[in-house]
């Protein structure tokens, strides 16, 4: 197991062990790693079995404030992956448990979101309303999905114009949708943020964020978590910030290139295609030379940070994701590199 606090991360780490048997449990982000679009992800349902039933506990953890975890549940046992609402932990119930921390027991929320954001108040024994005339003792916005009335926005608008306390479940700006890319919750915010002046901001719970994660703990008791995800500004920062170890896999929003121009807190413990990638070792990567060399390749930066990668004599190359880690290695120890057309000529010997 990685130690997470070896930071800022100049290499991925490796692992003898296959991670489903190092980590307890898996912290495991939803959109674009279990499904996207409502389409389990290649490979994804098999693997969550196969690591559930060598001892893994799973947790789904999700910004996404629409849904209950009951639904979620449902949904994740129709694709094939047992789950149930005890395993789903949202980011509507991070920022529930903030406003219930701060404001009287039973009072009114001003709700600007899903079914899922008003059941999570109302299990933490607030009440959801509709209207800044209502008095609501804080305002809070989640993700509505594309319902969500403009309607709720002008409520949400006038009420922290009056100087309500404001809450966001999360600021993610986008959202994976089966139809592409699609407004995320942020979007919302900042619509309200404009009406607003500009010159407040709402407490956010969700990842990258530390409620988020407090969240997770309380629910799930996790002793050796590993994150899970697709996003490096959510689920890696998340993880960082939580002082955890994590998992990327190239299923959803990010790409190899833009992992290698990743600032320090978006650098993953580990990396991998897909979910498999929690029921292997994963290959050391080691100095060698003037770069590194993992598993059949060497990659080196120049001075210039210009990254170059090559199979290394006689070991003829192999799995292109090796190739990728000793990318990483060589940028990221050099201090990084923000030109993606470096990283994608790199890129290009692996195939990737």
Known sequence: ?????????????????????????????????????????????????????????????????????????????????????????TSAQAVARLIA??????????????????????????TPVDSAEDEPAAVVQGYGGPELPWGVLTEAALAV??????????TDLTIPSGRGIAPGNGAAVEVVRIATGHTKDPVVAGKPLPPMHRETILRTGAR????????????????????????LVFTGVTD????????????PTYLAADLRGLLTPHPEVLPAGDGFRCGGWLATAGPDGRPEV???????????????????????????????????????ALGL
């Not at 009287?104 to 059941?119: H, M, Q, W």
């Not at 590993?226 to 910030?241: C, H, K, S």
């Not at 190899?256 to 650098?267: G, Q, Y």
């Open 1 to 89: 197991m990685a130690d997470s606090t070896e930071l800022p991360r100049t290499r991925p780490a490796g692992s003898a062990q296959a991670l489903s048997e190092a980590y307890d449990t898996a912290l495991l982000d939803l959109d674009g790693v279990v499904y996207a679009g409502g389409v389990a992800v290649p490979h994804a349902v098999d693997a969550l079995r196969v690591a559930r039933g060598g001892g893994m506990r799973l947790a789904y953890v999700t910004n996404n404030a629409a849904r209950t975890p009951e639904t979620v549940a449902e949904h994740l046992t129709e694709l094939g992956v047992p789950a149930t609402a005890d395993e789903v932990v």
């Open 101 to 126: 921390e701060r404001v009287p027991a039973g009072a009114p929320v001003l709700c600007a979101g899903g079914v899922g954001l008003r059941v999570a108040l109302t299990e933490r024994g607030l």
């Open 161 to 170: 114009n009056r100087g309500v306390p404001w809450f966001a479940s999360n």
């Open 224 to 247: 050796r978590p590993l994150v899970v995800g697709d996003r490096l500004d959510t689920d890696i920062e998340g993880a960082q910030a939580g002082d955890v170890d994590s998992l």
């Open 256 to 267: 190899p290139a833009t992992l290698l121009t990743a600032v320090p807190e978006h650098r």
């Open 310 to 348: 090559r199979a290394v004599e006689g070991a003829e190359g192999g799995d292109p994701l090796d190739g990728l880690r000793a990318l990483c290695a060589a940028v990221w120890t050099a201090g990084g590199v923000d030109d993606r057309s470096w990283a994608a000529g790199a890129l290009g």
